[in-house]
């Protein structure tokens, strides 16, 4: 499933995300950042539950504006 969303993304962030991926849509961009915080996400809390890493903070990004 697929939802059309609004988004207030830095320009500037996104065009350097699409030059240095080759990715060449915004879509594709947002949807390849999604699927690397889920996998950097799920690893964190796999070796978190096993006592290879502390747990650590989470940094909120920085929202421009």
């Known amino acids: 499933m697929k939802a059309k969303t609004t988004l207030l993304i830095d320009d500037e962030l996104l ?13 594709a961009v947002v949807q390849a950042a999604l699927e690397v915080l889920l996998v950097r996400e ?17 940094r909120r990004p920085r929202v421009p504006g």
Request: hydrophobic share 40%.
């Open 15 to 27: 065009n350097k995300a699409q030059m240095v991926t080759g990715l060449t849509t915004k879509a």
């Open 42 to 58: 799920s690893t964190r809390r796999l070796l978190g539950s096993i006592g290879l890493v502390k747990a650590v903070r989470h």
